[in-house]
């Protein structure tokens, strides 16, 4: 499990294929609604759909087609379970920082973790908390 020590491109689809395996072919992932998404965010997706069922059991991914920014420029990607807290990247940031927000709020706050680095903590608590 190196992807967990040295994050990389792909990590969050190798973890996935070793945690579930496979189940789908690519041509089974539909990703149009995001086309303005940065990459990392589209291969999480990506890799989550050729699992072939749920990934994440708590807080969860925002459906793409759901994917939109807001006034601001930010984009939420991720939520809360209870929806109590959000997750979002701003779209002209290129170190793509993950900021959080509580529910009702208006202000960021920055997490100190980048986007490829949050998806696979996402990912590898999702995938221990739905065992």
């Not at 496979?22 to 609604?33: I, M, P, Y």
């Not at 965010?41 to 749920?54: K, M, R």
């Amino acid at each position: 499990m190196d992807e967990l020590l040295s994050i990389d491109s792909d990590d969050v689809g190798r973890f996935l294929q070793r945690w579930y395996g496979t189940a789908r072919s690519v041509s089974d992932v539909h990703l149009e609604a995001i086309f303005y998404a940065p990459a990392e965010l589209v291969e999480w997706h990506t890799a989550a759909a050729l699992v072939g069922g749920p990934v994440a059991f708590q807080d969860r991914p925002v459906t793409p087609q759901d994917l939109a920014p807001g006034s601001c420029g930010m984009l939420e990607f991720w939520a809360e379970n209870q929806n109590g807290c959000f997750w979002a990247v701003g779209l002209t940031d290129d170190t793509l920082q993950v900021f959080s927000r509580k529910a009702g709020g208006s202000d960021w706050t920055g997490t100190g973790e980048v986007l490829r680095d949050f998806l696979l903590h996402c990912t590898v608590r999702g995938a221990v908390s739905g065992c």
